[in-house]
């Protein structure tokens, strides 16, 4: 590349840096962005809606009272992926090469859609 093209190069990224900047700039929030400053005490909006409150009647947690739902035990182990999961855990044997070879062949699945992570 000689200097001419090394020019021209660097002014047409210098002119794109310029637009890239303009249109940033034309958005409302951009200079609310631009000087957030992060306060790590602060609770997310997540973390608020994830405390656990009591039921209102009684002043006692729902599994206190015995109204928690979930899976039960047979329902978790009537489906055979788990079974098979579980058996293989519970013998060692989860992470031998031919184990997970027969899961693979047993319970197919496709990689991530975002991220392409294979998931075996």
């Known amino acids: ?12 990224q210098l002119l794109r840096d310029q637009c890239l900047n303009a249109l940033a700039a034309s958005v409302p929030y951009h200079s609310t962005i631009k000087n ?13 809606n994830d405390i656990f409150e009591p039921c209102s009647d009684t002043g006692l947690s729902e599994f ?6 979930g899976f039960t035990n047979e329902r978790v182990f009537s489906d055979p992926k788990f079974r098979l999961g579980f058996a293989l855990h519970e013998k060692g044997l989860a ?24 998931p075996h």
Do not use: C, D, F, H
């Open 1 to 12: 590349m000689n200097q001419r093209q090394k020019e021209e190069s660097a002014r047409k």
């Open 95 to 118: 992470t031998s090469a031919y184990s997970v070879a027969v899961v693979k062949r047993l319970i197919p699945r496709e990689a991530e859609r975002t991220t392409g992570i294979e």
């Open 36 to 48: 957030i400053k992060s306060n790590i005490q602060k609770s997310t909006a997540s973390r608020m």
């Open 64 to 69: 206190q009272i015995g109204k928690m739902t």
